[in-house]
């Protein structure tokens, strides 16, 4: 189980105080929900360490990740934008933080309605939504148990949204994945079978 307890975090002393509380189970997929600016992304930010709590805890199971530096959590986070490195090919951006044989990770890829051309491809040389796809292979394919996206399909058309949903739904279900993600988009919640919840 992931439980945040009674998180709190604040940008500087004049902005809002954000906070958070709730509990998913493991193995489960949960959806972020809130209006724009409500503190979604810092959540994500907090849980895998690249902003410190002020008040709370945070625990996977019965390991206190507050107390964790970021490479020591079981996380892998997805971001906004800018998930892939710039100097790197798609393959080799595609085979960090993992063992997988290539051929495994290309079929994901394929399965996402990728194409094993963009393997030797610069992310520059990728349209926005493709480079999304990679990132997201990318990051659910790594070891990490716990997984967190941050809006994970906003660049995808919905036929290409549809089939991320199905590969993220089995992939997630087959390798035991706890995912926490943020989205806008009702049909998420809907076809991802996803627990939401809502930040005020
Ligand atoms: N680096 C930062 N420095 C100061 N304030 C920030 C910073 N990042 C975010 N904020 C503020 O913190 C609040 C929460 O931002 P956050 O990005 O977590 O919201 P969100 O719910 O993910 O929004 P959206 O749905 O628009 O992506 C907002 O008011 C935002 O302006």
Known sequence: MLR???LKFQYKKSANLL?????INTGSIAILQGISGIGKTTLLHLIAGFLPASQGEIYWHQQALHRL???KRPVSLLFQQNNLFEHLTIAENLQ???KLPPTQILASLIHLGGDARWLTAYPR??????QQR???VRTLMRPEPLVLLDEPFSELDPQTRTNARQWVATY???HKKTLLLVSHDPQDIEQLDAQPIYIT
């Open 172 to 174: 997630a279900h087959t």
């Open 134 to 136: 990679v990132a997201l």
């Open 125 to 130: 040389q990728l349209s926005g939504g493709q």
């Open 69 to 71: 530096p970021v490479e």
């Open 4 to 6: 945040i307890n009674q």
């Open 19 to 23: 906070s958070y509380h709730f509990s």
């Open 96 to 98: 960090l933080g993992h």
